[in-house]
């Protein structure tokens, strides 16, 4: 039995055009047999999703195509069973929600805190 890739990614960068996005991402994700939810908002993308190793490069050409969407690091892990079991791309108000009105997170950032340095920080 051959393993399923799972693949967790965001990136927060402005699509005004989000809305637009919707269809063609699901018909990516459809077409490639990948399962999974990714949210579009006018602030980013974020998403998990699972499929084949080769599916799963497919999409990430996808993303490729689009100068917003290019170079999304992506955090890669492998299952023996697919973990999910429909393909979502769901439209948000904020892909993380913080329900402050005119909060910009491409714009608005605190202090990135290395993983090391955590505990003391807390």
């Known amino acids: 039995m051959s393993k399923t890739q799972v693949t967790a990614f965001y990136r927060f960068v402005m699509l005004d055009d989000y809305r637009e996005l919707r269809q063609p991402l699901l018909a990516v994700m459809l077409e490639h047999e990948i399962k999974g939810t990714i949210l579009l908002a006018e602030e980013g993308i974020n998403g998990t999703v699972a499929g084949s190793g080769a599916a799963i490069d497919a999409l990430l050409a996808w993303f490729n195509k689009d100068s917003r969407?290019?170079?999304?690091?992506?955090?890669?892990?492998?299952h023996d069973e697919p973990p999910f079991y429909r393909s979502k791309v769901k439209l948000k108000k904020e892909i993380v929600t913080l329900g402050v009105p005119g909060t910009d997170p491409t714009r608005e950032v605190g202090t990135y805190v290395k993983p090391a340095d955590w505990n003391a920080l807390i």
């Open 69 to 78: 969407l290019s170079g999304l690091t992506p955090k890669l892990a492998w």
